[in-house]
């Protein structure tokens, strides 16, 4: 049966959605379109990044699922939680070619938007870097980190690969190449890694950074001069690192890279203040959350 018509009428659910979204947003101009890659180690050196699926013995017609050269038998086969897979597989190549040509035929402006789930399930038994007895189920991407000092650059390195293995480097360059080939507007080469970036080397340096600058101007001459790149930073890293009265705008040479077009920023600060306890300061002036005023 049709996985992707749920609405009726006969229409593919992301037809439908379209149109329910620009109908609410008719000033709507850009789409970023998601497409999710799946990590399994919050140590960078040991963290491969790869196309994901639900299950191995899925038929489909009138395509085969296929991502970046993988068969479906050969990707990442995604874990269980809860009864089911804890995430979405990664949308075939085919089908994301599908969905920038809707996007575009609507005149929307569409940006790649590659983006990493952490699949590290419960029980894992794997070295938390943080210090935990084993590393938290299903993490925050921005969580996986190498080791400061000596060890750094190594596993920065680790963690991007090259354009053959399974690391964010095939990750970005891979959709460069759909970007360039559909012609979508924008390409996000990373986003949130902050302990990523947030990684210090022997001297202090942030190896992460020139990686990311490195794989920006690899990604500019797949994607070519057409395609807007950048990175998305969280809204708790875009601003520089701190520790203590120390202080380094460790961004800045990615945001002022020739390769890169704009600053980008997952914004998602607190947007209340609704602590526990005393010292809350909605709290003394509104009656909760869902007080009207």
């Not at 390195?157 to 360059?173: K, S």
């Amino acid at each position: 049966s049709a996985e992707n018509l749920h609405a009726g009428g006969g229409r593919a659910d992301l037809a439908v959605s379209l149109d329910q979204l620009q109908t609410q947003l008719p000033k709507l101009k850009r789409v970023s379109l998601v497409v999710g890659w799946f990590g399994d180690d919050l140590r960078a050196g040991q963290c491969a990044i790869r196309p994901g699926v639900e299950r191995r013995d899925k038929p489909t017609e009138p395509a085969s699922w296929s991502v970046a050269g993988l068969a479906r038998e050969d990707a990442h086969l995604i874990s269980q939680s809860g009864g089911g897979p804890a995430y979405g597989g990664t949308p075939s190549d085919e089908s994301v070619r599908q969905a920038i040509a809707e996007l575009k035929s609507r005149g929307l402006e569409v940006t790649l938007y590659p983006f990493v789930f952490m699949d590290v399930p419960a029980g894992n038994g794997l070295p938390d870097p943080y210090g935990g007895a084993e590393q938290a189920p299903y993490p925050w991407r921005g969580r996986l980190k190498g080791e400061d000092g000596a060890a750094a650059n190594a596993d920065v390195a680790g963690v991007f690969g090259d354009a053959g293995g399974w690391g964010l480097r095939r990750l970005a360059l891979h959709y460069a190449a759909l970007a360039a080939e559909c012609g979508a507007h924008g390409l996000l080469i990373g986003s949130e890694m902050r302990g990523l970036t947030w990684t210090r080397d022997a001297e202090g340096q942030f190896p992460a950074v020139d990686a990311f600058r490195a794989l920006a101007a690899e990604c500019r001459a797949v994607a070519g001069s057409g395609v807007k790149l950048s990175y998305a930073a969280d809204w708790s890293e875009y601003s520089g690192w701190r520790d203590g009265a120390d202080v380094a705008f460790h961004l800045d040479p990615l945001w002022a890279d020739p390769n890169i077009d704009f600053v980008g920023v997952d914004w998602y600060p607190p947007l209340a203040d609704w602590r526990d306890g005393d010292g809350g300061l909605d709290s003394g002036v509104f009656r909760g959350p869902d007080d009207v005023a």
